[in-house]
């Protein structure tokens, strides 16, 4: 199953709280606008690199707490699949921006 990246990012963002993505005017998908998300891109991309931090380190306390004999195994599990998710999206979104730049940087002037 493949995700596009801007999907992967509105998905957060409503996720977040965050206004959704445009993918210009027409071409929205469900919830999609044609506004720019209130903060632009970057803030965007800063809270979904703290969100995923957030996400590891819980996962990491889960897991201290499981090897520790005071968690529970299913917490540990639920913990480490949100926090791969979340690395997953952030890396995605990477990849597409990494692709882009390098486009941008082929082309003639």
């Given at each position: 199953?493949?995700?596009?990246?801007?999907d992967a990012a509105s998905a957060y963002g409503r996720?977040?709280?965050?206004?959704?993505?445009?993918?210009?005017?027409?071409?929205?998908?469900?919830?999609?606008?044609?506004?720019?998300?209130?903060?632009?891109?970057?803030?965007?991309?800063?809270?979904?690199?703290?969100?995923?931090?957030?996400?590891?380190?819980?996962?990491?306390?889960?897991?201290?707490?499981?090897?520790?004999?005071?968690?529970?195994?299913?917490?540990?599990?639920?913990?480490?699949?949100?926090a791969e998710v979340a690395l997953d999206t952030v890396?995605?979104v990477r990849d597409r921006v990494v692709n882009a730049?390098?486009?941008?940087?082929?082309?003639?002037?």
């Open positions: 199953m493949s995700i596009g990246a801007l996720a977040a709280g965050v206004a959704p993505l445009s993918r210009g005017p027409g071409i929205g998908g469900p919830g999609a606008a044609d506004a720019p998300a209130a903060g632009g891109f970057g803030q965007l991309v800063q809270g979904m690199v703290g969100e995923a931090s957030s996400s590891l380190k819980a996962a990491e306390t889960a897991s201290t707490r499981q090897i520790a004999g005071k968690g529970d195994l299913i917490d540990v599990v639920t913990a480490m699949g949100a890396v995605a730049y390098s486009e941008i940087m082929r082309m003639q002037i």
